[in-house]
């Protein structure tokens, strides 16, 4: 259920280079005191790789969720298909967190002293405002340089790091729907007539109902303590107007009520019952040409924004985190800018065309769900799956490719 956002995408990849001879320090803007509530899911082929970084223990307190099933109805009740998910499909789960209790956990991991290597520092209130890739500079608001081996721009979609590296601003793209997202404390569910042969809000299961051009996806978090959902809506049928990708900006009960005023019942009585309603204009960007110049690289949002439609944002973030990981282990401890910029470019070469399929294919699924004219499902949640979640890293994906 989206991505991963800035302050935790910088995290993650601390956490995966973390190593004795690498001192890494995160630059972030914001004063790092919370992130967002939401919940989000890292899919398998995620899951696989943050598990094998040795931090299970920091988010077991985030009272995480293994999803076992997306299913899908019609706004009539009908099952049009389910795909039930367990470990022995892809090697591992797909888990479901709120999204402030990652954060924290990957924080606490990040700057442990238990794991292997330097703990990370971490600068907060520090806005990077240019950066000099061949160099290896980044200049911060106050004026002051810091220059580095390696700078990661894992700064989102209004990135600064991507305009030093494509030598111009290349800025979101409207993608004409927004989201509704919500989340509710589970207990505020009670007494709404709820068919549990569609919901049941306690059980760990990802359900969509789709009509005509709008779908609702929601299912529950934090040990079933939260209940999430985002109701997708084509900017032109919407009764309000978004302008900001932002995920907090306030939407209206009554205009979300109105737009999905077809939907069951039940459904509009759970929306009323949300404290808050946040309304985010879906924004991503096309394919870009290079993450990479000199000493600095693009991941994440930065390098492939894309839309929640298959829920793989906050997963291609962890895979460029991998990716990361698996090709700079390679460099000598003192690398030549020469030698970092032929890695990197090794690691856009691993990541470029399966990350720009995905944000394709989260385009393709943003499609109206429903045939026009006699309103009949047609979406089908398993078609990419198996190429999405079957991943084994970046250097398998790299020689595979090759041996095409």
Same mark, same amino acid.
């Given at each position: 259920?989206? =991505?991963?956002?800035?302050?935790t ?11 004795? &001879?690498? @001192? ?5 803007r ?5 992130e ?13 790789i ?7 223990t ?16 019609? !706004?009539?009740? @009908?099952?049009? &298909?389910?795909v039930? #998910? ?8 797909? !888990? ?9 956990? %990957? ?7 238990? #794991? ?23 200049t911060?608001?106050?004026?002051? &340089? ?13 990135s ?5 590296? %494509?030598?111009?601003? $290349? ?16 207990? #505020? ?51 309000? @107007? ?40 879906l ?14 690289? #693009? ?9 929640p439609? *298959?829920?793989?944002?906050? =997963?291609q ?7 990361l *990981? ?18 990197? &470019? ?18 393709? $699924?943003?499609r ?8 009949t ?8 799956? @198996? ?6 890293g ?11």
């Amino acid at each position: 259920m989206g =991505s991963l956002g800035e302050e935790t995408s910088s995290i993650v990849i601390a956490i995966a280079l973390r190593a004795p &001879n690498r @001192k890494i320090t995160i630059l972030e803007r914001s004063r790092m005191l919370r992130e967002t509530g939401a919940l989000i899911s890292l899919q398998p082929n995620a899951s696989k790789i943050v598990s094998s970084w040795g931090i299970d223990t920091f988010l077991a307190s985030c009272k995480p969720m293994v999803d076992k099933a997306f299913r899908l109805f019609d !706004i009539s009740g @009908k099952l049009v &298909n389910e795909v039930k #998910l367990n470990t022995s499909m892809f090697g591992a789960d797909r !888990i479901v967190y709120h999204r402030q209790d990652l954060h924290s956990a %990957l924080l606490s991991a990040a700057t442990s002293t238990q #794991l292997s290597g330097h703990a990370v520092e971490v600068r907060t209130g520090t806005k990077v405002v240019s950066c000099d890739p061949k160099a290896g500079i980044v200049t911060i608001e106050t004026g002051e &340089n810091l220059q580095a081996d390696v700078i990661i721009g894992a700064d989102g979609i209004h990135s600064v790091i991507r305009t030093a590296v %494509l030598g111009e601003e $290349q800025g979101a793209i409207p993608t004409g729907i927004s989201a509704y997202r919500m989340l509710l404390p589970a207990d #505020l569910l009670k007494g709404i007539d709820i068919p549990l042969d569609i919901l049941d809000p306690a059980d760990p299961v990802t359900t969509m109902v789709v009509g005509h051009d709008r779908r609702v996806i929601m299912g529950p978090g934090r040990g079933a303590e939260m209940f999430g959902i985002v109701a997708l809506v084509p900017d032109e049928k919407g009764r309000e @107007k978004s302008t900001t990708d932002s995920w907090v900006a306030e939407g209206s009960t009554e205009a979300l009520v109105e737009v999905f005023a077809d939907f069951p019942g039940w459904m509009l009585d759970i929306f009323k019952r949300a404290p808050d309603v946040a309304l985010w204009q879906l924004r991503d960007i096309d394919p870009l040409p290079r993450w990479v110049r000199g000493r600095a690289i #693009l991941i994440g949002d930065a390098a492939h924004a894309m839309l929640p439609t *298959q829920g793989q944002g906050a =997963s291609q973030s962890i895979e460029d985190a991998e990716a990361l *990981q698996a090709f700079l282990a390679d460099l000598p401890a003192r690398p030549t800018g020469d030698q970092v910029e032929r890695v990197l &470019n090794t690691v856009f070469e691993a990541r470029f065309d399966r990350a720009s399929l995905i944000q394709r294919y989260s385009r393709q $699924q943003a499609r109206p769900g429903t045939d026009a004219k006699s309103n009949t499902v047609k979406l089908d949640p398993a078609e990419f799956m @198996k190429y999405n979640c079957d991943y084994q890293g970046a250097k398998d994906w790299l020689s595979k490719s090759a041996a095409k």
